[in-house]
């Protein structure tokens, strides 16, 4: 079985890492994605890219901050009255 590793970057994008045909990715609509010739590729986490759902950098221009951090902020901060 291909070793598939999934990455999640401290604010930014997933990560994908795997051997080439042996990851399948589909829209909604059950569209596939054409990852010939692929064996890495970063998933947009922001919803800011431009070429979704790949990753294109945007979140490092939008401030994009992912969920762990924001939550831990908010728990540092206190209870919101």
């Given at each position: 079985?291909?070793?598939?590793?999934?990455?999640?970057?401290?604010?930014?994008?997933?990560?994908?890492?795997?051997?080439?045909?042996?990851?399948?990715?589909?829209?909604?609509?059950?569209?596939?994605?054409?990852?010939?010739?692929?064996?890495?590729?970063?998933?947009?986490?922001?919803?800011?890219?431009?070429?979704?759902?790949?990753?294109?950098?945007?979140?490092?221009?939008?401030?994009?901050?992912?969920?762990?951090?924001a939550?831990?902020?908010?728990e540092?901060?206190?209870?919101?009255?």
């Amino acid at each position: 079985m291909a070793a598939i590793k999934i990455t999640v970057r401290p604010n930014g994008p997933y990560r994908v890492e795997a051997p080439e045909g042996s990851v399948e990715l589909v829209d909604a609509q059950g569209n596939k994605y054409d990852l010939t010739g692929k064996t890495a590729f970063s998933l947009c986490r922001c919803g800011g890219s431009i070429n979704k759902p790949f990753c294109d950098g945007t979140h490092s221009k939008i401030g994009f901050q992912g969920a762990e951090l924001a939550v831990k902020k908010a728990e540092e901060s206190g209870p919101i009255t």
